[in-house]
């Protein structure tokens, strides 16, 4: 399984941004997609995650209500609406993806590389 981030910029506090998450090859293998963050100079941390099958999602209580993470199963695809942005969501944000029934947070089996967020106060 390949896992491609995108959709990283720079953008202003209450503001939007959408990341992508594309997964290919052997995409049959998909329990779980998961996005995390790490800001400078702090440990990785779980965002949100979502069932391959699209019907379970979990959020991170510093998330709930801001970000939503949804899949496009046409395109393998999955996305993660984050509105409302502050400044401590500042990070660079990777996907993962685990091949066997995990708990939300982990741990994962395939990871993409990461996509940076900045927003501006």
């Known amino acids: 399984v390949q896992l491609q981030a995108s959709g990283g910029g720079l953008v202003q506090a209450g503001g939007s941004l959408r990341l992508s998450c594309a997964a290919s090859?052997?995409?049959?293998?998909?329990?779980?997609v998961g996005w995390f963050r790490q800001a400078p100079g702090k440990e990785r941390e779980f965002v949100t995650a979502?069932?391959?099958?699209?019907?379970?999602?979990q959020y991170a209580d510093s998330v709930k209500g801001r970000f939503t993470i949804f899949r496009d199963n046409a395109e393998n695809t999955v996305h993660l609406q984050m509105n409302s942005l502050k400044p401590e969501d500042t990070a660079v944000y990777f996907c993962?993806?685990?091949?066997?029934?995990?708990?939300?947070?982990?741990?994962?089996?395939?990871w993409g590389q990461g996509t940076l967020v900045t927003v501006s106060s």
């Open positions: 979502i069932s391959w099958s699209g019907r379970s999602t």
């Open positions: 090859g052997r995409t049959s293998m998909i329990y779980n």
């Open positions: 993962a993806a685990s091949s066997s029934m995990r708990p939300w947070r982990g741990p994962y089996d395939y």
